[in-house]
């Protein structure tokens, strides 16, 4: 059972663009919700986390949306650039239990 | 060290050897995970540890797998005849634990089973 479901699989932008992707999970108990960048031969770097207590987080260019009754939450990049290009990771985990739930990642390419 | 580091960062073993992965989290840091990380399949959850409790196993696939944490710091995750399917990169990370949920990552051990 997948307990959080990120879409698309691939995203590809162009320099200056929006890029957008999506995740949706399952556990009404999640209450922190990150996501990772992970560039080729690295592991997973926190890039931003939201808690259901608020609905949007902003950090320079990159904007974390929350939906708690959608069971939704988005990543934003605004003005994506070359540089951004990586995977990303959205996760979830609970109270009580530190273990994060990461989506299957989606492959973005921000092309120059 | 300043961050999480693990060892061997590529390994290659024929099936049926047994391999082991180091881990050695950042210092200080109480909480200690592994996940698998296979092409388009994200991130896994193979096992945790948080300071001296019992960890949480409910991620490894299969008896082949255990690992362990000797002194509360480095881990070994230990893979024991291993099969063509085992082949992925293998992550740890590690956390503050209680209150904390950021997880610093390693940059992976690349296992390939031939």
């Known amino acids: 059972q997948q307990q959080v479901k990120q879409s698309p699989q691939s995203l590809i932008v162009q320099k200056g663009g929006i890029s957008i992707i999506n995740c949706a999970y399952e556990?009404?108990?999640?209450?922190?919700f990150p996501w990772y960048q992970q560039f080729p031969g690295k592991g997973p770097a926190l890039l931003i986390a939201?808690?259901?207590?608020?609905s949007e987080k902003k950090e320079g260019r990159f904007t974390i949306s929350f939906n708690k009754s959608a069971k939704q939450f988005s990543l934003h990049i605004m003005d994506s650039q070359p540089g951004d290009s990586a995977t990303y990771f959205c996760?979830?985990?609970?109270?009580?239990?530190?273990?994060?739930?990461f989506g299957r990642g989606t492959s973005l390419i921000v092309h120059p | 060290g300043a961050g999480v580091s693990q060892s061997p960062s590529n390994k290659v073993t024929e099936k049926g050897k047994d391999v082991e992965l180091r881990c050695d989290p950042i210092s200080g840091h109480t909480a200690l995970y592994w996940y698998r990380q296979s092409l388009g399949q994200g991130l896994e959850f193979l096992i945790y540890?948080?300071?001296?409790?019992?960890?949480?196993k409910s991620g490894l696939p299969s008896d082949r797998f255990s690992a362990e944490r000797t002194g509360g710091s480095v881990s070994t995750l230990t893979i024991q005849r291993t099969q063509q399917e085992d082949s992925a990169v293998y992550l740890c990370?590690?956390?503050?634990?209680?209150?904390?949920?950021?997880?610093?990552f390693g940059q992976g051990t690349r296992l390939t089973v031939v």
């Open positions: 540890f948080q300071g001296n409790s019992a960890p949480d």
């Open positions: 939201i808690r259901p207590d608020v």
């Open positions: 990370a590690s956390s503050r634990g209680l209150g904390n949920t950021e997880a610093f």
């Open positions: 556990n009404t108990a999640f209450d922190y």
């Open positions: 996760a979830a985990s609970k109270g009580g239990s530190y273990i994060p739930t």
